[in-house]
């Protein structure tokens, strides 16, 4: 059998040189140059990633093309309709459904560490009242390895397993606890007979003097906006997480440098992006004008909410929320609520545009978010933090996955170097 590989021809040389092509279940192949500069002396060049498989990973598959999103080979589709975000957390972390006793005490688990040590909380106090809540998030989640010293052995796989549930339980007590120092209201400790999302409702929006009964509409809500947030295979932040943990550091560390980078508008930041571009746009009579813009290359404006790296077909996630939208605005808000309205509106000529369809600049999943996040009262600002719960588990699996791989080594790309050939130091005086 003719052995799976690609050969290169160096033009300047005649060299042929040969690469091992790596396949994966699904998905299109790989060559493998990992021996490429050892071996003929060449680096690639891949700004961006565009055409780069940096690891090998069983967790999430996406085939952009086809708009196709699995989760350990479950379509989101079918997670999204039936499955929870804890069991989709299990999914994740432990790579199949888990049975019912096994969910229920890995829910139970989750919910023995969702506190958060009280001293913790005045790494709060130390933040300008008006802080960013995810800039918060991110001091709070670091500092986390000054907590958990039984937890950052990343070379014990119990540990491991300790540092993800660990994460994956106090994320959102962390993010209700920005909320709340963010709007001056007292912490609210975490209720252990609520579902993740429910106390996570509870812990943002209930205070210590009323009774606070939790929707169960906004839950199954929340629930499902983050199954459909959970992972997105190699993304910036995971890239990031992966980056960061390949040089050894412990997993707190690495889920804080995932958080830093989900925060950018063109990646988490988006949700919170799209609602403040509607509400710039203000009018459906003013669109016209934002999609010239948009389409303007000497314009920075971008549509938010827009495009995506890997989606060039409808992005499935997006079709979903898109549905969810509808019913949470039934409930909470005026189906009519203009900021919707506008986001339809929106959305129907961008999809009819000529530029959007050659480029095909689909809406994706941040487009709808952060309308239901609005519905449900979560302000603006906490909208990437809402994204950074959910994607702690994603973060976790693949961070978990990546340091259990036995040839796993440092993460150290390289470059075409364009700065000054060497030169001779001037003294200061002769200059
Ligand atoms: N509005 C206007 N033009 C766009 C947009 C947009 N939102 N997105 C891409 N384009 C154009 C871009 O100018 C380029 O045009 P041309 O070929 O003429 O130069 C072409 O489409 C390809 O764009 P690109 O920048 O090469 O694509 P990319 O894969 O590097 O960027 C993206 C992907 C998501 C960063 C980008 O589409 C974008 O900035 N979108 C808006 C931000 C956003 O919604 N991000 C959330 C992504 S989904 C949530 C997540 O996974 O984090």
Known sequence: MARDTVTIIDNATGRRIELEVRRGTMGPPAMDI???????????????????????????????????????????????????????????????????????????????????????KSFYQGFYHDAHPMASMVGVVGSLSAFYHDSTDIHDPASRELAALRLVAKMPTIAAGCYKYSIGEPFMYPRNDLSYCGNLLHMMFSVPTEDYVVDPVA?????????????????????????????????????????????????????????????????????????????????????????????????????????????????????????????????????????????????????????????????????TVMFAIARTVGWVAQWMEMIAEPDQRIGRPRQIYTGHAQRDYVPLDQR
């Open 34 to 120: 990992s021996r490429l500069y050892r071996d003929f002396g060449f680096l690639t060049y891949d700004p961006g990633f565009q055409s780069t498989a940096s690891c090998s990973s069983a967790i999430t598959y996406i085939d952009g093309d086809k708009g196709i999103l699995l989760y350990r080979g479950y379509p989101i589709e079918q997670l999204a309709e039936q499955s929870t975000f804890l069991e989709v957390a299990y999914l994740m972390l432990y790579g199949r459904l888990p049975n019912a006793e096994e969910l229920d005490r890995f829910s139970r688990t989750i919910a023995k560490h969702t506190m958060i040590k009280e001293s913790l």
């Open 219 to 383: 839950e199954k809500a929340l629930d499902m906006i983050f199954i459909l947030h959970a992972d997105h295979e190699q993304n910036a932040s995971t890239a990031t997480v992966r980056l960061a943990g390949s040089s050894g550091a412990n997993p707190f560390a690495c889920i804080s440098s995932g958080i830093t980078a989900l925060w950018g508008p063109a990646h988490g930041g988006a949700n919170e992006a799209v609602l403040k571009m509607l509400e710039e746009i203000g009018d459906a009579s003013n669109i016209p004008k934002y999609i010239a813009r948009a389409k303007d290359k000497n314009d920075p404006f971008r549509l938010m909410g827009f495009g995506h790296r890997v989606y060039k077909n409808y992005d499935p996630r997006a079709k979903i929320i898109r549905r969810m939208c509808h019913q949470v605005l039934e409930k909470f808000g005026d189906a009519n609520d203009p900021l919707f309205e506008l986001a339809m509106r929106l959305e129907e000529i961008a999809l009819q545009d000529e530029y959007f369809i050659e480029r095909k600049l689909y809406p994706n999943v941040d487009f709808y978010s952060g309308i239901i996040y609005k519905a449900l009262g979560i302000p603006v600002n906490m909208f």
